[in-house]
């Protein structure tokens, strides 16, 4: 029978190492442990023991655990409904958390950054968004403009649409952000399209359009790194 984890050396308790060394320094497993707080007395099972349950189920994966549905969550032995409700609610903050807006005047100094402001935001979703991040002449954020959602096609994003916003908030630059459902973000011949007919016009009206965001699931294409950009 396992040792329940009060009896262990604190060098080996999860919360005790969260405490002393902080929670960077713990793995999934030990993380959900603390989360989960108690095991099974019946089986014998700590509640690390759940934890790494859920990791191994799980493919060590936090994002698999936020799609995982209570019902299938109860599955592991030692998950009942509690348990679950409580993984689900640590979930949902931990996204919340994620999704809080970047306040104006944040600046952006990458793509990477303008993907970790929109992937939870977008990197779900199940239809199209094509969004415009405006910024002033030191890339500090202005605005954050859905300019439309559906399937992006040239008649959906109009530049009209794209650059009222822009002059409306005086912007210096802006970056185009959209997203793809199917989780690849590769661009398709309309992407390419669409980008090349917006450029134009941005330079037309002196308004440096920056980049390109495409946002799949965990991951992005920008324009510019990537090489699209002509």
């Not at 497993?29 to 509640?47: H, N």
């Not at 919340?96 to 929109?118: K, L, P, T, W």
């Amino acid at each position: 029978m396992a040792s329940p984890i009060r009896t262990w050396p604190e060098s080996d308790r999860p919360r005790e190492k969260l405490i002393e060394h902080g929670a960077a320094t713990l793995s999934n497993a030990e993380l959900l442990a603390i989360l989960l707080r108690t095991g099974d007395a019946s089986s014998g099972q700590s509640a690390l023991d759940h934890g790494r349950a859920l990791v191994s189920r799980f493919d060590d994966s936090f994002r698999k655990l936020e799609e995982t549905s209570t019902a299938e969550l109860c599955e592991v032995k030692g998950i009942g409904p509690a348990k679950a409700a409580q993984i689900k609610a640590a979930l949902e903050i931990a996204k919340r958390f994620s999704q809080e807006e970047i306040r104006r005047g944040a600046s952006f100094g990458s793509s990477a950054d303008v993907f970790n402001h929109y992937r939870e935001q977008l990197g779900s979703l199940k239809k199209e968004e094509f969004h415009v991040l405006l910024l002033d002449a030191k890339n500090r954020k202005l605005k954050d403009v859905r300019v439309s959602e559906g399937s992006l096609t040239s008649s959906l994003v109009h530049p009209r649409e794209v650059f009222q916003p822009i002059i409306r908030e005086s912007a210096a630059a802006a970056i185009l952000v959209h997203n793809h459902p199917s989780g690849d973000p590769m661009p398709s011949q309309e992407d390419l399209q669409i980008t090349q007919r917006l450029r134009e016009v941005g330079e037309v009206m002196g308004v440096h359009i920056l980049d390109h965001l495409i946002i799949g699931k965990g991951r992005y294409i920008s324009f510019v790194d990537d090489g699209y950009w002509d």
